[in-house]
């Protein structure tokens, strides 16, 4: 395949960025969306030029690392499936493919395609944890009877792998399902209910400090997630914030 790739360029959080226009040729199907840029740059290097930035660690689809916008849409054309999981047989010999970074205030560019995610590292260690007793009179915490139901959503919920596209996707660059699945997988679960009132409180405010939008129910996340996070996470979350603020 032939490709024309249009990719954002920006030389660092300072400078003005602009979309570069590339040619690349011999992409097979089967090469990964990272592999197709990993061969762009190989090229550019080959020319003197400076190759692409972009984020990735494992590459199967797990870290939550790469983050690009591709045709305008999160991870790209693909459903459930990350960047480094989304195959070049989605498209066809002679298309153009525009490549973004994940845009939001709260995620800064660092350089071209790599943005700074770490506002959701911030709101996770605000509340994302359990604090475990390690004195060794701990409970087995086999021998704690959890509902099934609620151990399979807590175990939804905790497959988000905070990679930001749901802010991508956002018009209002919302943290909020990103956040309701990180409370949500405490909440559902006894070890968790502990420190409830002060971790939904807790990484909500955090969230508002790092300059997210509000969730108007426009659904975008839910729909571009590839982990498949549920709408219903932010229901829970804000049932959590509801009754945490009664509390006091
Ligand atoms: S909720 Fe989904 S889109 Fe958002 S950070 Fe988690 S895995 Fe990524
Ligand atoms: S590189 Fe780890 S999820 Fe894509």
Redesign the pocket.
């Known amino acids: 395949m032939k490709l024309n790739l249009k990719i954002w360029r920006q030389q660092d959080a300072k400078s003005k960025g602009k979309m570069t226009d590339y040619s690349i040729s011999g992409v097979e199907g089967d090469m990964s969306f ?1 592999e197709m840029l990993d061969v762009l740059n190989e090229q550019l290097i080959n020319k003197g030029d400076e190759p692409v930035v972009f ?12 983050s690009l916008m591709i045709n305008g849409e999160p991870h790209g054309p693909d459903r459930m499936v ?4 989304l195959h070049m047989r989605k498209f066809s010999d002679g298309d153009t493919i525009v490549i973004e970074p994940f845009r939001a205030k709260a995620f800064p560019v660092i350089k071209d395609l790599m943005v700074d995610r770490g506002a959701f590292d911030r709101i996770q260690q605000a509340g994302g944890y359990v604090s475990v007793n390690t004195s060794g009179n701990t409970q087995d915490a086999n021998s704690i009877p959890i509902d099934k139901h609620d151990a399979d959503d807590a175990f939804y919920a905790a497959a988000c ?1 905070g ?1 930001g596209a749901c802010v991508a996707a956002c018009k209002n660059a919302s943290a909020m399902l990103f956040t309701s699945a990180k409370v949500s997988q405490y909440a559902l679960l006894p070890q968790g209910k502990v420190e409830a009132t002060e971790r939904v409180q807790n990484m909500v405010r955090q969230m508002d400090l790092e300059g997210f939008g509000n969730c108007t129910n426009t659904g975008a996340c839910e729909v571009e997630c ?1 982990k498949g996070i549920s709408l219903e996470n932010i229901a829970r979350m804000n049932r959590e914030y509801y009754s945490a603020s009664v509390k006091g």
Request: with cysteine; net charge negative; proline share 5%.
């Open positions: 990272l984020d990735h660690d494992c590459r199967e689809g797990i870290c939550g690392s790469c990350t960047t480094c999981q792998i990679c590839p």
